[in-house]
């Protein structure tokens, strides 16, 4: 059919862009032992070339990362030390994936990732990195996939979308091949709209729609100065807060094409006005916005709204101790992990505990004068029934000192004992099981994390720290009981000293809830914590002792977290 009306127009080849159909893809997928580059390895790649629709090859090899393989990543994946026994080293794999994606645009699901890994690999392998054009799935699907169609935009979400017809397995020539159809059924849906070249694909998303910037002059009257700002709607109610060090600038980005959320487009359309809180220090600033949020309950932000609903897992202190999941920490004996955000968390912990300890389950209060009838956990040897007096007090003690020496840190061999239970599993390709086992692996080592962390700075009854101010002179904080109590800046060739002392005065005064919880929410607490343990931060004074137990949960607890970022990396 001819158009009259464009007769005699031809557009040139910069006008036209590279056609889709003539663009060479090779998507590509690694899995590694961890989930940063800096102190984590690759152990496999995979990769698919397509053009056109059309596969042109596929490139996949094991790689020996030259360090053993967690037990939690071989369970995640699969992947085992014998199977990358004989693999190629870093060098020669990375070559090799080099030489089959020359030329092409470069496709993964969460790029991020990927790409941080490959690039710190030519880093390590002295290659220079070819910097290919790079599309990233995970951040088109946000565009263009709603949640009426999809419950997130993890791979193996989309898969099922796209009906790809490979599932998604943690393997990374699988998954590179889930995310081909993923691309294509993304493609199709982006062709709908106008973009058939590769220009206009990796523009597509820079387009700011008019409504959002209508709205920039909402931050024309804002300081740029470090502080809180909270975005209201018509009737002044809270949409979201946030915090940042400059925050008429930080506001203005909300307004450009480098805000790619899609929820906060949809807030920023409901936006009315935006009101500044300046705050002395940017640690002020975090531990605002954490309260804000829990005052408020903003619809837009995700995290920190409800943390009243922290749940505890505790040893009781009773004749014979058991595991309790409670709401409050009391100032008694009794030995506490936590704050959990979940009960399900808060039960995988106890789960956990009970896979390795044979601990009693049961929730009666029991008595060494009156015995009662043994239950079916102590005829599986799940429990040494001390209800009928067949394990004396003595006996049973030295069980719950297993489970108090952990929580208190000091001794993990109750986690010795769940990540052997890890390998016989593994070893015995009882994957699914050894899923459970780590997920609940996984909450009792942050839950002990987590108290041992927060224990030893709720007990500190006044401490003042300092650091470097980027205007010059010293932020300085007061931390009482964990909370932030006050905070100032002395100015650039000024004594900071009596700026400590005029804080220490103005402080507020912060009363303990106990020896073990701190008087602030546990994110107030774990953001003072981070800025303590920065580098540059410098004690003024402490009353008390601030340690931590040496035998902690801490290696565990990263371990596992760096397995299971690993394993969400491409979680929308």
Not at 30 to 50: H, M, N
Not at 150 to 163: D, Q
Not at 197 to 226: C, F, G, M, N
Request: charged fraction near 25%; include cysteine; hydrophobic fraction near 40%.
């Amino acid at each position: 059919m001819s158009h009259p009306a464009r007769a005699g127009i031809q557009g040139t080849l910069d006008e036209l862009g590279t056609p889709l159909a003539g663009v060479t893809f090779v998507v590509v997928d690694l899995e590694t032992t961890g989930g940063s580059p800096a102190d984590c390895a690759i152990t496999e790649i995979g990769a698919v070339k397509v053009r056109g629709g059309e596969v042109l090859g596929e490139f996949q090899t094991l790689v020996n990362p030259g360090v053993p393989i967690p037990a939690v990543i071989s369970v995640l994946t699969g992947i085992t030390d014998p199977m990358v026994a004989t693999a190629p080293r870093l060098g020669p794999a990375l070559a090799a994936f080099l030489e089959f994606a020359t030329g092409a645009v470069l496709v993964a699901h969460n790029a991020r990732f990927d790409v941080g890994f490959l690039r710190a690999a030519c880093t390590q392998t002295g290659r220079e990195w070819p910097k290919p054009p790079v599309l990233d799935t995970v951040h088109l699907a946000r565009q263009l996939v709603t949640r009426d169609e999809a419950p997130n935009h993890r791979l193996a979400s989309l898969a099922r979308l796209f009906h790809a017809t490979t599932t998604p397995n943690h393997r990374a020539l699988a998954d590179a091949r889930a995310t081909v159809d993923v691309l294509h059924g993304l493609i199709a849906r982006v062709g709908t709209l106008g973009v058939h070249s590769l220009e206009e694909l990796l523009d597509y998303s820079a387009r700011v729609p008019a409504a959002q910037r209508r709205k920039r002059h909402l931050a024309d009257t804002l300081p740029d100065e470090p502080g809180v700002y909270l975005f209201k709607d018509a009737h002044d109610r809270v949409l979201y807060v946030g915090t940042s060090v400059r925050i008429r600038t930080r506001v203005r980005s909300y307004f450009t094409a480098s805000e790619q959320r899609r929820r906060m487009a949809e807030m920023v359309r409901l936006a009315a006005s935006v009101t500044p809180i300046v705050c002395a220090t940017a640690l002020e600033a975090q531990v605002r916005e954490l309260r804000l949020i829990a005052e408020h309950k903003p619809r837009y932000n995700r995290r920190s709204r409800n943390p009243d609903k922290a749940l505890w897992v505790k040893l009781t202190s009773e004749t014979f101790p058991r595991l309790s999941i409670v709401r409050t920490v009391a100032d008694d004996v009794s030995r506490y992990a936590g704050p959990f955000s979940s009960r399900a968390a808060a039960e995988s912990a106890v789960a956990a505990i009970h896979e390795v300890v044979a601990l009693r389950q049961c929730t009666e209060r029991l008595s060494t004068r009156r015995p009662s009838p043994a239950c079916a956990l102590a005829e599986l040897g799940r429990c040494g029934a001390p209800c009928t007096g067949s394990q004396s007090r003595g006996d049973y003690a030295q069980v719950v000192a297993t489970v108090e020496d952990l929580l208190l840190g000091l001794d993990h061999e109750l986690f010795d004992r769940l990540h052997t239970r890890l390998g016989v599993l593994s070893a015995q390709q009882r994957f699914e099981e050894a899923g459970r086992v780590r997920d609940r692996f996984r909450a009792l080592a942050k839950g002990a994390h987590r108290s041992q962390r927060l224990a030893p700075l709720a007990g500190i009854a006044e401490l003042v720290a300092a650091a470097r101010s980027p205007l010059g002179g010293w932020e300085l904080v007061c931390i009482r009981h964990g909370r932030l109590a006050g905070s100032t800046r002395s100015p650039r060739g000024a004594d900071p000293m009596p700026y400590v002392a005029a804080l220490r005065e103005s402080a507020e005064v912060v009363r303990a809830t106990g020896t073990l919880a701190p008087a602030a929410i546990p994110e107030e607490t774990e953001t003072i914590l981070r800025w303590l343990e920065s580098p540059g931060v410098r004690l003024v004074d402490v009353e008390g002792a601030w340690t931590c137990p040496v035998a902690g949960a801490a290696p565990v607890h990263d371990l596992l977290e760096a397995a299971w970022a690993a394993e969400h990396r491409s979680t929308a």
